[in-house]
């Protein structure tokens, strides 16, 4: 079971404390991102998912 907050009733720092989110400084983290990484060819591409919001609505888990 899901619980759904409308993404315009939610803060940030309700973000922070229901998903347990940190701020990160350190510039050796997730280093993958940051390197000359190859272009995506066109199966890559059409085998993405495409992600959407569109009601601006944040679904998790119900602990």
């Known amino acids: 079971m899901t619980t759904t907050i409308p993404a315009e009733t939610i803060t940030l720092e309700q ?19 940051q390197g000359n990484l190859p272009e995506l060819t066109e ?9 959407a919001c569109p009601q601006s609505t944040i679904y998790y888990p119900d602990s």
Do not use: A, M, S
Not at 22 to 33: A, P, S, Y
Not at 43 to 51: G, Y
């Open 15 to 33: 973000l922070r404390d229901l998903f347990e989110l940190e701020l990160i400084e350190n510039d050796i983290f997730f280093t993958e991102w």
């Open 43 to 51: 199966q890559d591409k059409e085998q993405q998912p495409t992600l």
